[in-house]
């Protein structure tokens, strides 16, 4: 039984390099893109009580085809998005010494239970469950955006039917947030596969949350999960000493504030002199727990360009 080691995963990145690089420029360019960075959204200031701040996204364009480009694109985008699949099943099976033509059909066959996905899936039934989920239930729409063309696309949002041996089936509504979530939850699994992201606790219930949305193309049942909410919360302090922030204070506000959320969040943190800041500091969820006990200069980061001389008064 092969190992997934080193070379398995590097070939493994190499197979889906340009499909990724696909789906993350096209909604980089279309202004919606898969990852974004987002900004300090919950603000502690020296004085006062603390801020809570949702940031939308607006767009505004005169002759620029880019913003557009996913009202018509949404084929394209979901067909690419099943390639990803359908190339780390095949990786999978292929490692795992499972000889077959590669029709899919065939390899949907193959992924029996012996058939064992990377630890990293493998150790968590509902996500081997979901993806093979969405490579049984995915496959013959693909198939029909391939070859019969019976489907119809508007504004983002894509209706397409099976149609094999002369059949057409039930139309399937994707509709663009749910084609994101999907272009999402695939590249995700697939830096988690090749060793780019590290899971963590935070991103294993981001998943499950986005795998919930996407439940009407899977197929399973819904894991439950609330909507995960990490914002960095900026803390403005007159005591040099991040460690002396209420953590456990600021969860309360949280949870307090978004009671239909999971909530966990990273500090920045600002220590003020003479009006100004002094000093920064930026301290991930992980390290809050132990930050007592922690030798806080090597949270120390650049200081924020964006800082609000009202919140150091």
């Known amino acids: 039984m092969t190992v997934f080691d080193t070379n ?17 420029a096209v909604y980089h360019i279309s202004l919606n893109e898969l990852f974004p960075n987002r900004r300090d959204a919950v603000i502690y200031p020296i004085s006062g009580e603390p801020m809570f701040f949702a940031f939308g996204r607006a767009r505004a364009h005169i002759g620029d085809w880019r913003p557009d480009f996913l009202r018509v694109g949404a084929p394209l985008v979901f067909v690419t998005t099943f390639k990803l699949i359908d190339m780390l099943i095949e990786w999978v099976l292929v490692k795992r010494g499972v000889t077959t033509t590669f029709r899919f059909q ?7 239970p012996t058939v064992k996905f990377p630890t990293v899936v493998e150790s968590k039934p509902w996500w081997r469950e979901r993806l093979i989920g969405l490579y049984t239930s995915l496959e013959p729409l693909r ?18 039917a099976s149609s094999r041996r002369g059949i057409t089936g039930n139309p399937v509504q994707i509709d663009a947030a749910q084609l994101r979530v999907l272009a999402r939850c695939i590249v995700s699994t697939l830096r988690y596969v090749d060793g780019s992201w590290a899971m963590d606790h935070h991103q294993e219930r981001t998943l499950r949350y986005e795998f919930d949305l996407i439940a009407p193309l899977h197929g399973m049942p819904s894991l439950g999960q ?3 909410y990490s914002p960095t919360v900026r803390v403005f302090s007159k005591n040099p000493d991040p460690r002396t922030v209420d953590t456990l204070a600021i969860a309360r506000d949280l949870a307090n504030t978004y ?3 999971d909530c966990m ?12 800041v002094a000093r920064a500091y930026l301290i991930d969820w992980r390290s809050l727990e132990s930050l007592e006990r922690s030798d806080t200069d090597r949270f120390v980061c650049d ?4 800082v609000d001389p009202k919140h150091c008064a």
Request: include cysteine; glycine fraction near 4%; proline fraction near 5%.
């Open 303 to 306: 200081i924020p360009d964006d």
């Open 106 to 112: 065939e390899k949907r066959a193959a992924l029996t």
């Open 226 to 228: 609330k909507r995960p």
């Open 259 to 261: 009671p239909e959320c």
């Open 265 to 276: 969040f990273d500090l920045r943190f600002l220590y003020i002199q003479n009006g100004r």
């Open 143 to 160: 198939g029909t955006l391939i070859h019969d063309r019976h489907f119809a696309t508007n504004d983002g949002n894509l209706e397409v």
């Open 8 to 24: 398995s995963l590097t070939e493994l990145n190499n197979r889906v390099a340009y499909e990724t690089w696909f789906l993350e």
